[in-house]
């Protein structure tokens, strides 16, 4: 209870900001987008991880007016890079709760037209569980946000359960391989099998395929093998607050 108060407190009085991680491409090294990771500075606590809470938020309901918060403040981030000439794409991570929600694509939708951001910068990310809340509701959201131009990404893809014709059957555009199978890429052949088996699927599906957790140039270098189109990673970045974007995508031009 003491953190969901904290939390309701923090919302209010503005302790949260948004952390940025470079989303690159493997061929060539561009940045081309950013996923928002939201962080909170506690006054006496210091930095809280999301780790702790994002649970909390999601038990309480909270998550609906942060997730919301999230929306508007990484939209309103991207269409000023656009202004400044930084072309990148916004990935946001949306919890089960805020799926479920009938009013999410009216929500986007408007995020969208009050950042003044074109819906294609927008990937939405949700996990595979959250996919398989296969109720007519989350179904018509996935159709909604993808008429709107919105792209949709399946986050921490391999640690879930979601079946694989669903991949097909709705308008997905990324697999997102869990840094969980990228962290012993280059040591351990059946996380080997595991990520050439994922890019291959994302492949033969049309999709966009991008490998998370990346820190070394060994890993980067099987994925130039295996021809994963982005990945994400403390070897190009870690997450960083909004105003150390300009400079990584720089570094990395
Ligand atoms: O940012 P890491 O740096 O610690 O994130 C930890 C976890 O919190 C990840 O699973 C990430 O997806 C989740 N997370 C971070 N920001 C958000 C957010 O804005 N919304 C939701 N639902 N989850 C988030
Ligand atoms: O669940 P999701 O994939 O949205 O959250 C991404 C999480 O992974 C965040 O906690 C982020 O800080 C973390 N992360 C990003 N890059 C790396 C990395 O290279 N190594 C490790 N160990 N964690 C990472
Ligand atoms: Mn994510
Ligand atoms: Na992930």
Redesign the pocket.
Known sequence: FALENDLRHALAEGQLFLAYQPQVEVAGGRVVGVE???RWQHPEKGLI???RF?PVAEESGL?LSL?DW?LREATRQAAAWQAQGMALRIA????ALQFRQSQLPTQVHSALEEAGLEPRWLELEITESTLMDNTEQAISHLWELSDMGVQLAI?DFGTGYSSLAYLKRFPLQRLKIDQAFVRDLSSDANDAAIVTAIVGLARSLGMQVTAEGVETAEQLAYLVDLACDEYQGYYCSR?VPAAEIAEVVARQA
């Open positions: 928002a990771l939201v991880s999301p780790a994002i998550i997730g999230v946001v991570n949306l919890s986050d997450p």
